[in-house]
């Protein structure tokens, strides 16, 4: 594994959001859930292309908070623009689980 710097850490903008809304998005390649965020007053909502499907259901994201990497460029997925990556880790069978604080924390609370 390559070595990063603390000032190349620190480029990185990864803040808790909370979902507002989440749909079904059928026209991805591979299954996935659009997302909604609010990064609160700073950084304000952004949209998400999550493949979180395999533990999540649109239903029960809404409320939710979640840690993103907001400070990549929007990218095209199909008909949906997507403007940061929500963060999780990959368990035992290879499917994503949301990365979020244990704790309620302000909206746009900055990662150290």
């Known amino acids: 594994m ?15 959001g909370r979902v507002i809304r989440a749909e079904p998005f059928p026209e991805a390649r591979k299954p996935a859930i659009k997302l909604w ?3 609160g ?6 949209k998400s292309s999550a493949q979180i499907t395999v533990h999540y259901a649109p239903d029960d994201l809404p409320g ?3 840690m993103a990497v907001t ?10 623009v997507s403007e940061c990556l929500v963060l ?7 499917a994503v689980v949301l990365g979020a604080p244990d704790r309620e924390v302000p909206l746009g609370a900055r990662l150290h």
């Open 2 to 16: 390559a070595e990063i710097t603390y000032d190349d850490f620190a480029r990185i903008d990864i803040r808790v």
């Open 37 to 39: 965020i609010d990064f």
């Open 41 to 46: 007053p700073e950084v304000g909502e952004k």
């Open 64 to 66: 939710r908070m979640v």
């Open 71 to 80: 400070n990549f460029p929007p990218r095209q997925i199909g008909p949906f």
């Open 88 to 94: 999780g880790v990959m368990d035992d069978s290879g």
